[in-house]
């Protein structure tokens, strides 16, 4: 059974919770207690029907408000895949809460209600699902009830989606016609549509090709800890251990270890099940060199013939996350992959204005939730390959030097 | 198209935490894994143990011992230790009362769950913990849902749920001041059948509460509860022997267990996967109010 991680974003109205609490209930992942506790609430409210979006509600403040304020996360699971859902707010303050959920996602939900049309926020997603580098789409024409189950109203928000997402860089998007409410197209074919001749949405889930999203071509292994156990039986034992970030690593293969650029070959690669002749993302594993030479964390042993870049000026894409902006001159911690470097703003190039995708030139202020292309200098040599290359090696989050708290997101460009 | 390339969903979710794992290791110099004898802590010392292959686990268990717990969990878990050949910690919940620290509370639904809060924060202060891995999973409860990889508390061991701070990629920020910790989930990610799936995968050992046995207990609030010297009978209550098994496995006085008949890891799977019920249903400390656990975790709860 494969994993497939995906994204969802929508505001209040467009029924993205109550889409969610039909997956998870049609897929039979509620339990009674949990949906007894549902009816209950609905019944409280005065509701006539039971409220599926309840399932999603989170902590106190959220209920409250009636807004979800952070990502959740949401599991089920059919018997063909396991699915995770970040299931983030779509609202414009909330921009940071879909750049963390986009990134770690391979595909995005995007929802569109039926009788809006592409509205901003459908756009604001489904661009920050293209920077993130999210490979697949599927747009969910939510709603099809309201709109008397139309081929035709269906037909016009795909023209519009697709005009659209000719300016974004995503290779596969699918449209799908649903009513999240009655559960059209969710699961089961609707007989409402007999016009619409595709899978229904769990269907697409299930079978939508994901093998091919890692990155099996450029060899990069990022070193977390080094492993030396202090016993007779390991005596001179030195594993590197970490998580394969992209292609296939192979005992016997010729690397290189950077920034030291010092050269040896694997001489095994170890796991708690036993050796493995080769190991691919995203596995955990230690690898043993021939050579005894100086590994620690931070350092990528790579292939020879197939090296990332060591730099230290850096052209990133950055959404900040913190409510207060950086401040001239600052320094910050800089985390990629298992390296931490200080790095600083040298110069803010635009600003992207996330519902026209439009630069914004003149305007060099960067607040919470911007998204800005910067240009930064690190005290030490940053190893990393471009963001479209490698979604790990090509990622990094900015630490507040005095609050340490995570103040940016950024991606990497060449 | 067939690709070999790709690992299946329990050997990715291992992956990661396994990453989770090391990176705590790699981050802190005080790390620990808060160890409960439940699968969930069996299952995350068990991911440990592959994490730092061939070497030892280089962290403490740390038990926070109610002094109400079922025996077998207590032989579990000191057979484990002796295992592994590593340290364990044992903060108690009756020297946390003995000394003024802690209130016990009274009356017939009475527990000392709440009261691990105090003896948690204290043993982790006093050995100056700086990060406690715990087995805690997104899939359990609504509070838990939103809960990061590596959490945040401050110096009073409390939750912020509205500060959190974002985590994108794979990449943590264990990033503290003086007297602060983190809490670190590295099974975030799995719900209850990957749990009960992987035990029966790697052939894990868990305690024998897990598998069906006969036990004397009492029905209560929908679940069977167990006989003990803590459990107070309330009128009309009466002692039967059942043939029953626990789902979750807390404190003697919380955990009820449910009738069943799965006396091996793959009839446990078999009825997990076809249960109609949450296994957090079973437990009376979150039947406490919609927000119980939220309101638990803010105060630093597991």
């Known amino acids: 059974m494969e994993l497939l991680r995906f994204t969802t974003a929508g505001s209040v109205d467009d029924g993205k919770s109550t889409l969610i609490g039909r997956l998870l209930y049609d897929s039979k992942s509620i339990f009674e207690d949990q949906m007894e506790a549902v009816k209950q609430s609905s019944e409280r409210k005065g509701l006539q029907h039971v409220d599926l979006s309840l399932l999603t509600d989170g902590l106190r403040s959220e209920r409250e408000q009636g807004i979800t304020i952070d990502v959740a996360y949401r599991y089920f699971a059919t018997p063909k895949r396991k699915f995770i859902i970040s299931d983030t707010p779509g609202h414009i303050q909330y921009t940071r809460n879909m750049v963390t959920g986009a990134s770690t996602s391979n595909l995005a939900l995007v929802l569109v209600d039926a009788r809006h049309g592409v509205i901003e926020q459908t756009c604001r997603h489904s661009f920050i699902a293209s920077l993130l580098r999210i490979p697949h789409i599927i747009v969910c024409v939510n709603k099809m009830d309201l709109v008397g189950y139309s081929e035709e109203a269906f037909n016009k928000v795909v023209e519009q989606y697709h005009e659209f997402a000719s300016k974004l860089d995503i290779k596969d998007i699918r449209y799908i016609p649903i009513s999240a409410l009655d559960g059209d197209n969710v699961v089961n074919r609707s007989e409402n549509m007999s016009w619409y001749k595709g899978a229904s949405l769990l269907d697409t889930l299930e079978t939508i090709h994901i093998g091919s999203d890692e990155n099996h071509l450029d060899a990069r292994f990022p070193v977390q800890t080094v492993i030396r156990p202090h016993a007779d039986e390991y005596h001179d034992y030195r594993g590197y251990a970490g998580r394969i970030a992209g292609g296939i690593f192979r005992t016997g293969d010729k690397v290189t270890i950077l920034p030291s650029g010092m050269t040896s070959k694997i001489k095994s690669i170890d796991t708690f099940d036993g050796p493995l002749q080769e190991a691919f993302p995203p596995m955990s594993v230690s690898i043993c060199l021939e050579d005894d030479i100086d590994v620690s964390r931070g350092d990528m042993i790579v292939k020879n013939n197939n090296q990332p870049e060591v730099g230290q000026d850096i052209d990133v894409l950055m959404c900040w996350m913190s409510s207060k902006g950086p401040r001239p001159g600052a320094k910050y911690y800089l985390k990629s992959t298992t390296n931490e470097v200080m790095a600083i703003i040298k110069e803010v190039i635009y600003k992207i204005d996330i519902n026209t995708m439009q630069r914004i030139e003149q305007d060099n202020d960067i607040k919470m939730n911007d998204m800005a292309r910067v240009k930064m200098r690190t005290t030490r040599p940053l190893i990393f390959d471009e963001y479209r290359r490698n979604r790990i090696t090509g990622s990094l989050i900015l630490i507040d030097e005095a609050t340490y708290e995570t103040v940016a997101a950024g991606t990497i460009h060449c | ?302």
Request: glycine share 6%.
């Open chain 2, 1 to 302: 198209m067939y690709n070999k390339y790709y690992l299946n969903h329990l050997q990715e979710l291992e992956s990661e935490a396994i990453y989770v794992i090391r990176e705590v290791a790699a981050q802190f110099d005080r790390p620990a894994i808060l160890f409960s004898g439940g699968k969930d802590s069996i299952v995350v010392t068990h991911l440990a143990r592959k994490a730092f292959f061939p070497a030892r686990i280089p962290m403490p268990l740390i038990h926070i011992d109610t002094g109400h717990n079922f025996s077998e969990t207590i032989e579990f878990r000191d057979k484990l230790v002796a295992e592994l050949g590593i340290q364990l910690i044992v903060g108690s919940v009756q020297e946390a009362i003995d000394k003024g620290r802690a209130v016990e509370e009274r009356g017939i639904n009475a527990s000392r769950n709440e009261l691990q809060i105090v003896s948690l924060l204290d043993t982790i202060e006093a050995h100056k913990i700086d990060a406690a891995m715990g087995g805690a999973r997104r899939d359990e409860e609504k509070a838990r849902a939103k809960e990061r990889f590596f959490s945040h508390r401050d110096e009073f061991g409390q939750w912020d749920p509205k500060n959190q701070r974002p985590e994108l990629w794979n990449i943590f920020n264990g990033r503290k001041r003086m007297g602060e910790h983190f809490r670190v989930f590295p099974i975030s990610n799995w719900t209850e059948m990957d749990v009960w799936n992987y035990i029966l995968q790697e052939n894990l050992p868990i305690p024998s509460l897990y598998f069906a046995h006969h036990r004397e207990a009492i029905f209560r609030d929908g679940t069977w509860l167990p006989n003990s010297e803590f459990l107070v009978l309330r009128e009309g209550e009466k002692i039967e022997m059942k043939y029953m098994r626990f789902r979750t496995l807390g404190d003697i006085t919380i955990t009820g267990g449910i009738e069943s008949e799965a006396d091996s890891l793959e009839k446990i799977v078999m009825e997990v996967s076809a249960t109609r019920s949450t296994e957090r249903g079973m437990r009376s400390d979150d039947k406490r109010s919609d927000t119980s656990m939220e309101d638990r975790k803010k105060q630093g709860y597991f």
